[in-house]
């Protein structure tokens, strides 16, 4: 029987230097829950449930507004929060006994109050199996011949904040959704019913067109819920990201130290910058994306290394159509260790098939290719997007060919559901086995 359950949240003061005030928490979050796997900064014109071209490799969830505030006679203003996902997701692996299937229901259900500058939100998040022959990651559940789906039963709490916001500033703190640029390092792995928050304080703030946010977390809630050994890991996370746009231009860079109590082989710390923009070529509009960043041991870490990230892309779009290649590289430091993306929304990047969500210590390259299309949307028509993309996946260090994997998807909105079908097939040479995974999907929000 499923029970409330939670830790206990951390609650700190912070303060921001002057900015531009951000937007409402509410609406915010609700941007960032419609596209868990997606990129703040992609392109303004990108399909609500269909990730952007230019800087993502995962398809959008659905998402929607928060419902109109509610003014009560104290001057608060109560907003609900509700959104329901049901899946079906089955898993293949030549490297397990048995074909996994699981139908699972995900609910979060929330409130937020906000006054003034003032606002605090709650929500928890359930979810159920109404079919689990499934590995679902607990111990002891009697599924282990099965491939593991990351979808565990749970209710927990899954975010409690206080925010301020100042004029110019805002300062949250509490159990909170993190996610940064295109949440390649820190994110909230929307893909997973379960989210991953982090118990932090926060502070955002902007000064033109620079925006400053900095984060310390002492937790960090993962994706495998309340029963899980595995529920939380504790730490000292300190986040922090700077950006500058001008016009179709951003660039950020970023600082990430990460130093686990009991997760040791994934302490760290990160640097790095990443910069994209759009430009047009007569009919074509071409978008790119280039990032560089270095990674060491810190804290509590058992290997001393040093290793490099590269992350190129560019994409041509003409009329429905979008193509794109890329390049992205996890490097490695001789076979000792590798470049590491702890805190990261994962299923976005190097195939959706999950094959690499811990880095191999030979390292990863993974060359890609994307063609995209939306279809319709117009006079209110709903539009379908359509995606398929080839990886080709190699080590950094010694040669090896891990091997190759195709994904495809279909997604489309009926009024408040999005609608998606998805479909991986990992080919493997010389790392894993050979995978085929296939979901179907609808999500409402309320």
Request: net charge negative.
């Given at each position: 029987m499923m029970r409330f359950h939670h830790r206990p949240i951390l609650f700190a003061a912070a303060t921001a230097s002057s900015a531009i005030a951000p937007a409402p928490l509410a609406a915010r979050d609700a941007a960032q829950d419609a596209a868990p796997d997606a990129a703040p900064d992609a392109a303004p014109d990108a399909p609500a449930h269909v990730a952007p071209d230019a800087a993502n490799r995962a398809p959008r969830q659905a998402g929607g507004t928060p419902a109109p505030a509610v003014h009560t006679p104290d001057a608060w203003r109560l907003a609900p929060l509700f959104t329901a996902r049901l899946r079906y997701e089955g898993v293949a692996s030549e490297g397990a006994g048995r074909h996994a299937e699981a139908v699972t229901l995900r609910a979060r259900f929330g409130l937020e109050a906000r006054r003034d500058g003032l606002?605090?939100?709650?929500?928890g998040e359930g979810t159920a199996a109404l079919a689990d022959g499934y590995n679902d990651t607990l111990p002891g559940n009697g599924a282990e011949p099965f491939p593991v789906i990351a979808d565990p039963e749970t209710l927990e709490l899954n975010r409690a904040q206080l925010s301020w916001r100042g004029g110019p500033a805002t300062?949250?703190?509490?159990?909170?959704?993190?996610?940064?640029?295109?949440?390649?390092?820190?994110g909230n792995v929307g893909w997973r019913q379960n989210e991953q928050t982090f118990d932090a304080v926060r502070g955002e703030a902007a000064i033109g067109p620079v925006a400053i946010?900095?984060?310390?977390?002492?937790?960090?809630?993962?994706?495998?819920?309340?029963?899980?050994?595995?529920?939380?890991?504790?730490?000292?996370?300190?986040?922090?990201?700077?950006?500058?746009?001008?016009?179709?231009?951003?660039?950020?860079?970023?600082?990430?130290?990460?130093?686990?109590?009991?997760?040791?082989?994934?302490?760290?710390?990160?640097?790095?910058?990443?910069?994209?923009?759009?430009t047009a070529l007569g009919r074509l509009e071409l978008r790119y994306r280039a990032g560089y960043a270095v990674q060491s041991d810190h804290g509590s870490g058992p290997v001393a290394y040093r290793a490099d990230y590269v992350d190129a892309e560019v994409a041509a779009a003409s009329g429905p159509f979008t193509l794109a290649a890329g390049y992205e590289k996890l490097g490695s430091d001789e076979g000792v260790a590798a470049f590491q993306t702890p805190l990261a929304t994962l299923h976005a990047f190097n195939g959706w098939a999950d094959m690499f969500l811990a880095t191999p210590p030979a390292g990863l390259r993974d060359r890609h290719v994307r063609l995209s299309a939306r279809f319709g949307g117009?006079?209110?028509e709903a539009a379908i997007d359509a995606q398929i993309a080839y990886h080709r996946f190699d080590s950094d260090y010694a040669d090896i060919a891990?091997?190759?994997?195709?994904n495809l998807s279909l997604g489309t909105r009926l009024g408040p559901v999005a609608l998606l079908a998805k479909y991986a097939h990992y080919?493997?040479?010389?790392?894993?086995?050979?995978?085929?995974k296939f979901w179907l999907q609808a999500e409402y929000a309320f």
């Open positions: 606002s605090l939100l709650v929500e300062v949250t703190v509490g159990r909170q959704r993190i996610v940064h640029g295109n949440a390649r390092f820190v946010d900095f984060a310390y977390a002492a937790a960090q809630r993962t994706i495998f819920g309340a029963y899980s050994p595995g529920e939380s890991h504790d730490g000292d996370f300190w986040l922090a990201s700077g950006t500058v746009r001008r016009g179709p231009f951003e660039g950020r860079a970023f600082a990430y130290l990460v130093d686990y109590d009991r997760r040791p082989a994934f302490s760290s710390q990160t640097y790095g910058a990443i910069a994209s923009g759009a117009a006079d209110g891990y091997g190759q994997e195709w080919d493997a040479r010389d790392f894993g086995a050979d995978t085929r």
